[in-house]
């Protein structure tokens, strides 16, 4: 395939365009303002499961030097709640001078608390008269179900069945180093609030919820984002910030979790277990799978890896979301999938065994053919090209067919460890399409510069993404195209929610589309300038642009600048949607309006597609697992801003390594505390744990009708991917390793073995 | 072996627990992160110039009265000698210290980090908070040319000291060396630890102009990245791949 070139997209000198901001300090997150004018917030949690709050004392807090407010469900209402549905709850906030104060005044907060019978395992609550938990009416469960052909019929067609259950899968917690936190005050009765969140314009109307105030009193502001993406769509913590700067009479307040109680209660991947029931022919084809998935805390994403990736005619999905007296789970970076893929990687593998044929081929024999639609949809498509193209190039690279032996088999090493390699591929269902692509603008001024105006934080590569994108489409020099007014919601529209991996699946049309509108008014004010006035019959479909000048087609020597073309009009503003929210992601009717010249109902990509291979050496005696080798691809579409996606990608890769490996939350399933509240107690990796050379990567490009300039999101479905180093322990030691709702360190191996307990 | 300091400040707090985490960037750290870990559960009550520190882990219980003041970690062998110089201040201390090469004379609450005192009364806000307890290293800076955690260190303890921040290692327009290197690897993903990544690399570089990656991957180790990049970041440190 020929891929349309760039003039300024791709091109590696225009490099990333704040990233000095990073470098010296001066990126403001939600902390870094205000210095020495603001006081500051900390909340106290509660200590039990289930029940409701009897009492609050805080006179001796009140007493405290230093100690400005305290407030509760009573004087925030809409975000304190007098019923405790999980250990960890916020109940009371404290307003002080520093944080240090408030966060000691909070130990002398009396709460009591009517307690109730709780329910704090996952699999408990999928027993009969199991207690309810109180966060769902009636129930614990919220089903979900998916229908392809007919599994009973698939039955009759299976020369070879199995069932495997798959236990629950590794949960991690994902508290960013920069704790959840919010800056708010009041002029008047106008509020402001600052909170780093993926999603600006929704953080507003929450708020306006929250404090139920007219929307015009309310301005909202997020510039950078200290990570946690995928779940910084939190905006609770604005509300607690503006009740609490009300308490203090409108006084600046940051409200800041603890470290620990960031890891207690705000978002941790939910875990997944589920069982597979499969059928396939002897050569190794599929016929039918009957599955049922659970899912501690979510319902979200129930089948999108085993529809993307596979074919498999007869399909019946079932399974349910469980609630219960725990902190709630939710979305990660890679969202939905990375349980869901390694189920399915590991049930496939089992069922290859069984099959009597490696990893490699049933992979191959099943996974959807290059350019194959969607088997349930006709308007939507999936990476399939991708998807293969990653799966071959990782397993080549890696020499994966030559290195591949029987589980636990001949592969002792010359150390005495074993050798072990695994395979894992999948198609996910976003860092194409957000859904939610919202609006951009771009603004022309009179001086020939081009503004890009975002209604969202601006988080890593974002900016230099949409400069990219506009500068391309404009016809403009990388540096003629600035980042505007950013993060606030009084100047931008509302560009959606910062997902699909740097603004690229989500903005990204939307800037490209505001681009293409605001060329078009600059081309009409071009024409009635010299010297393409003189031009008789010119319209401005007789007009490109190139390096900053506008140009007449039939003879590219009469050109003008952007300048020139400005000169004398006021600026000029190109707005732009993108993906219509019921559009994409779901393929519910393809594209709801047209966009790039594409008519309505244009089937859309809805994927992101990776493939890992991992290579490992296992020390049967300490249970240590070492990464020798680690080869990734993933689908890039069009690779805009080179280093960016690297960065992106890279990270996803080595994510997928703290996942398998690291990870790990305690639990107290007495009370459904998390007792690994601490970084040190999470077993985050650190640099001791990656070696560079060993990481191989390798982007995948493409053309994708549907994305902007080709490009979409990268660095989410490789986050999933983290399947293939549990592969490689299976393949080294002849034993699955159960991740037991957490990361498979030394003591899961050694259990696996049989030499501990 | 028991270690005798003297620092000429009254004290208030159980952060001076900290004291002698020092807290020096790197593998080193390992110690202090227990001893930050201990610290986190903690209740500490004030009754005139005495203050009670109980801590509920593995420490023990701490009892520091009025003037001189000694403070025993339990389980360690340090032992911290706190003389107040001023009584007038009360549990304030005046420090002199240099940050960025500019001079301070600042007058400082006993129980704030230096962390706090450069982000909340010098601006200087390039210096994270993370975890404030000395697990991520997102707070470090140089002291003497030593990368440090600022989080684990008391603003009266920095009288007399160089302090560089991330806002210090350039004029913010030039980048300096190592700014550069994550410039030109775009080593950043959310930024959010980046600041503290470039304070241990610098201090890596002015200990040890050329580093292997192992070097690097040691020097780094007391960091966390939540984002992960640290292929990229060792890289660019070590300015290959
Ligand atoms: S080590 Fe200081 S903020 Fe984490
Ligand atoms: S780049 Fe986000 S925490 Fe390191």
Known sequence: MTLPVFNVAGKPENHDCHIKEYLTGKADYTGDHMPGRKLFGAMKHATIAHGTIKSIDATKALNETGVKAVITYKEAPTVLNQTILYWGQPVVGIVADDWYTACRAINLVDVTYDELPSITEADEALKPGAVLSGKREGTNLAPASFTRGDVDAGRQQADIELETIQPWTTTYQHSPIESYQALAWWIGDHLYVYQGSQNLHGNKSAVVNYLEMPANKVHCFARYLGGGHGARLSNWESGIAAFMSKAVYGLPVLFRETKKHNMLFHIRQYEVKSTYKWGAKNDGSLVYLDAQNWVNGSGAGMSTVMRTTWIIPHVKWEGAGIYINVPDRGSWRCVADPPFALNMTMAMDKLAEKLNISPYEIRRKNMMPVDMPDQDSPYRYWGSKEVNECFETVARESGYTSKWHAPGQNNKRTDGRLHGIGIHCHTDSHGSVAGTSMAGIVLMQPDGTALIEAGCTKPHNSPTMLVHFTAETLGMKYEDVFVGDWGNSDTTLNSGSHGGSAFTGAGGSAFVSAARDCRAKVFAAAITKTPLKEIAGITVDDLDAKDSEIFYKPDPTKRITFRTAMNGTPPIAGYGTGWAAAGGGTGGGGLQRPLFGLPVGTAVNAQSAAASVAEVAVDTDTGEVEILGHWNATGCGRVIFYEGVMSQFGSGTELQIAQALYYGDVYDYATGAVIGSQFTETQLPTTMDIRPSRHNLYPIEGDDHSAPLGAHGIGEPVVGSYACILSAIYNAIGVWVDPDHGACNPDKVLKALGKAT | ?241
């Open chain 2, 1 to 241: 072996m028991s270690e005798e300091k003297e620092v000429k400040k009254p004290h208030l707090s159980r952060r001076e627990f900290l004291k002698d985490a020092g807290l020096i960037v790197g593998g080193a750290t390992i110690g202090s992160i227990a001893l930050a870990s201990a610290c986190n559960n903690d209740t500490t009550t004030v009754a005139g110039n005495t203050v009670t520190t109980t801590v509920t882990q593995t420490v023990g219980t701490v009892t520091v009265p009025a003037g001189t003041t000694t403070i025993t970690q339990p389980g360690s062998t340090s032992v911290v000698t706190v003389t107040p110089d001023d009584p007038s201040l009360g549990d304030k201390s005046r420090i002199n210290l240099t940050v960025n090469g500019r001079a301070y004379n600042l007058t400082v609450p006993n129980h704030l980090s230096l962390a706090w005192i450069l982000r909340e009364e010098l601006g200087l806000f390039g210096t994270k908070i993370g975890c404030d307890m000395g697990q991520c290293g997102a707070c470090t800076i140089l002291v003497d040319d030593v990368a440090i955690y600022s989080c684990v260190m008391l603003a009266c303890e920095a009288d007399g000291k160089k302090v560089t921040t991330v806002e210090g290692l350039s004029d913010g327009i030039t980048l300096s060396p190592i700014q550069q290197k994550f410039y030109d690897k775009e080593a950043v993903q959310c930024g959010y630890c980046t600041p503290g990544f470039l304070m241990a690399a610098e201090g890596l570089l002015k200990a040890n102009s050329n580093p292997t990656e192992d070097d690097v991957r040691l020097a780094l180790s007391g960091h966390l990245c939540m984002c992960q990049n640290f292929r990229k970041t060792i890289s660019a440190v070590i300015g290959g791949v």
